[in-house]
């Protein structure tokens, strides 16, 4: 494949026969219909992204153990998943994971559950890993008054979206979003994402067992607390900022 899914955005090839013969007009993405045809045969599939940081970056947080089965397995899984889901819809074929989510009632009911749990998977686990780093702090900026403002402080934005993350039964996501009115914490089940509301995600984290329990076994509440050392607030507050805009 010569292009790759990474969270909301599909680079799609510009080698097309159609595009070729008109690259300025071919070259938008998605490219328009009388690029159908090529764009049905030479979409990009659903691929892995790689990490921006080495896999023992975010120790002793996330130890590298887990980074290696969380990204190389877990998340390959969703994708490859994801992949054949599409592949059995091929109208599917092309849009991306955020399109698919947002609108899964457009998704045939046959594959949509799939569609539901693995593009879901591929896109939450997109945006988490960019969300991360080695060199975790405090944030600052736009982000940084919209938590006050909406929370009170960091400590209880914090507080909240721990408390989100502790209580969601089983396996799931805790996230803040960004809706109509603002700032929220809310947690999800399994993979499914807040874009399926019509929630922008900010930022997230991970409460499958899968996220923490080499190291933290059933201790759910330290792992969240430990985590947010590793928050890359930088790139937090670059969506946040692109959220308001979109
Ligand atoms: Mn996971």
């Not at 809706?179 to 900010?202: E, F, H, M, R, Y």
């Not at 991970?206 to 190291?215: C, F, G, I, Q, S």
């Amino acid at each position: 494949m010569a292009g790759a899914a990474t969270g909301a955005e599909v680079v799609f090839s510009r080698s097309g026969p159609v595009c070729a013969i008109y690259p300025i007009f071919c070259n938008r993405s998605p490219p328009p219909l009388i690029c159908a045809e090529w764009r049905k045969d030479s979409v990009m599939a659903f691929e892995l992204p790689a990490l921006t940081y080495a896999y023992e970056a975010l120790e002793p947080h996330i130890d590298a153990q887990t980074m290696h089965l969380h990204h190389d397995k877990h998340h390959q899984t969703y994708v490859d998943n994801a992949n054949a889901a599409v592949a059995k819809a091929p109208e599917l074929a092309g849009k991306t994971p955020e399109e698919l989510l947002s609108n899964l009632a457009a998704v045939p009911e046959a594959v949509r559950t799939a569609i539901r749990n693995n593009v879901g998977g591929h896109f939450n686990h997109s945006i988490f890993w960019t969300l991360m780093g080695p060199n975790g702090g405090h944030p600052s900026g736009a982000i940084a008054e919209a938590i006050k403002s909406t929370f009170g402080d960091q400590a209880q934005f914090q507080e909240k979206f721990n408390d989100a993350g502790l209580k969601q039964f089983g396996s799931g996501w805790a996230w803040l979003a960004l809706g109509p009115s603002g700032l929220q914490v809310l947690s999800t089940a399994n993979q499914d994402s807040p874009v399926s509301q019509g929630l922008k995600p900010i930022l997230l984290n991970d409460v499958w067992e899968h996220a923490y329990y080499l190291k933290y076994q059933n201790r759910r509440a330290e792992y969240l607390k430990s985590w947010w050392s590793v928050v890359n607030w930088a790139e937090v507050n670059k969506r946040y900022e692109l959220a308001l805009k979109k």
